[in-house]
């Protein structure tokens, strides 16, 4: 069976979790001189504090409805952050437990936001990076089917399929129709697989942004041609591929904060990087996803 | 004064395709010129145009933080491990 949002909604209903999704869509006003109208998508509105929070709850529900979660089994997955963090917040709101894998060395936010919400930590080697985790998580899995169920979030339909019945869908109303563009980064690539299923069938532009260079500082992001490949990712679900250098992203985040009052994490600036440089030759009204805030990053030289 | 430097999948390619290369520096940029010497281009992945760590890389001289403890001017005993992590997934502990 099918999940669907009115099933998800009755899972949660009376709990904090109806509050993820419907997230506040904000026009763009410092930037000039565009052939298009700028809006940002913030996702740091969610309640546990990312866009991660809807492909999560998606995931959880869903493994509950085909049994692959139930009795005491363990939610298992490999994160470096805010994945790891929307799980743990939804395993403590619905009753399981989490066990995360993540690179040491993952900023102390991170950790600590996890570990608030009661989630056991499993750290891999930092310079095998969030591969590395990945590889461990599988390897846990297949040691021990009994006891975890493992989400997987690269190859999880849940993730697009919450995206394609969620996060489009809003778009489509918070813009009455008018959208013709959505831009976001590509990490597991649920985003912007399940926008585009949503919202490609009825004329709108999707725009896919990657990290410009293997090592990056674009969180949540994947360099593909340098990482493991999500089973979920299909290129041909975006229209149109850019790179975005790390730099580019880290200095428009700043000046999102400073100039519009919108704090928003690395990846946030380098999409709208990437949704300046289409706003700049194509004509249209651009939603671009900013998938979580800078205070994620505060421990980190980002914001030095 | 030889050190082990020991790099993610992202920065192998620079040196080769090595998980680790073995340099010689009493600090961490005088490692990072001795590798530079031997793989060019390497310098310019780790550090930006004004010769600073990029805020997206990470350096740990065995336990600590080298932006901690002088940055490229952090001293790199003999013998010692140097990791190179991107900040993505990594920050300061």
């Known amino acids: 069976m099918t999940l669907t949002a009115e099933r998800v909604r009755e899972r949660v209903r009376g709990t904090i979790l109806e509050r993820v999704g419907d997230t506040p869509l904000l026009p763009l006003r410092s930037f000039e001189e565009l052939r298009a109208e700028l809006f940002v998508k913030l996702e740091s509105f969610n309640p546990g504090g990312s866009v991660k929070d809807r492909a999560a709850l998606w995931m959880v529900v869903a493994a509950e409805e085909d049994g692959r979660l139930r009795g005491r089994k363990t939610i298992l997955d490999a994160t470096s952050g805010n994945t790891g963090i929307a799980l743990a917040m939804v395993g403590a709101v619905l009753g399981h437990g989490v066990e995360l894998v993540m690179p040491d060395k993952v900023s102390l936010e991170r950790k600590r936001m996890a570990a608030a919400f009661g989630a056991r930590i499993v750290l891999t080697d930092p310079l095998e990076g969030t591969d590395g985790a990945i590889q461990e998580a599988r390897r846990r899995a297949a040691e021990h089917p009994e006891r975890y169920a493992y989400l997987d979030q690269y190859s999880n339909p849940a993730n697009p399929l919450a995206h394609e019945l969620t996060t489009g869908p809003e778009i489509w109303e918070q813009t009455r129709g008018s959208v013709t563009h959505f831009v976001a980064g590509v990490g597991t690539s649920g985003t912007v697989t399940g926008v585009s299923a949503a919202l490609r069938p009825k004329g709108v532009r999707i725009v896919a942004a990657q990290p410009a260079e293997p090592l990056h500082g674009l969180e949540g992001w994947k360099h593909m041609a340098s990482a493991l490949r999500p089973a979920i990712w299909n290129e041909d679900a975006a229209d149109v591929h850019l790179m975005i250098p790390t730099e580019a992203g880290l200095a428009m985040a700043h000046q999102l904060a400073r100039e519009e009052g919108i704090f928003a994490g690395p990846s946030g600036g380098g999409a709208v990087v990437a949704a300046l440089r289409v706003a700049q030759s194509e004509p249209g009204r651009i939603v671009v996803l900013i998938a979580d805030g800078g205070e994620r990053y505060l421990s980190t030289p980002l914001w030095e | ?93």
């Open chain 2, 1 to 93: 004064m030889a050190v082990t430097v020991r790099l993610p999948g992202a920065l192998r390619d620079a040196v080769g395709g090595d998980n680790k290369v073995t340099a010689d520096g009493r600090t961490l940029g005088e490692v990072f010129a001795d590798i530079e010497r031997r793989h060019p281009g390497f310098r310019e992945r780790v550090l930006d145009e004004e010769g600073r760590l990029r805020t997206y890389v990470n350096v740990y001289i065995g336990e600590t933080d080298a932006r901690t403890s002088g940055g490229l001017d952090a001293p790199v005993p003999q013998g010692s491990e140097v990791m190179v992590i991107p900040a993505m997934a990594g920050g300061v502990r």
